[in-house]
């Protein structure tokens, strides 16, 4: 688990359950609820912010909120010199 913070803010009104989001998702963050024929956002500390589900719905209803002073965002690359 990475524990970023990050929050996927969700419009159910622009939603239409094509399911993009859920089967886009490579971390398993985004879960189907089959009855609600909705995305169910499970695991959001563990999203990578790739913003692949958001670019992928053509209606808009997702917006990732990347927490960028979470320890996973601020890396340090000097052990590389």
Not at 48 to 68: D, G, Q, R, S
Not at 72 to 78: K, S, T
């Amino acid at each position: 688990m990475i524990n970023t913070n990050h929050r996927i803010e969700f419009d159910p009104e622009k939603c239409v359950g094509c399911q993009i989001c859920y089967k886009s998702c490579f971390v398993d963050v985004i879960r189907w609820d089959a009855e609600a024929k909705r995305p169910i956002f499970k695991y959001v500390e563990d999203c990578e912010h790739c913003f692949l589900c958001m670019a992928l719905c053509k209606k808009e209803a997702i917006t990732v909120v990347p927490n960028y002073g979470s320890e996973h965002m601020l890396q340090n690359f000097d052990k590389y010199r």
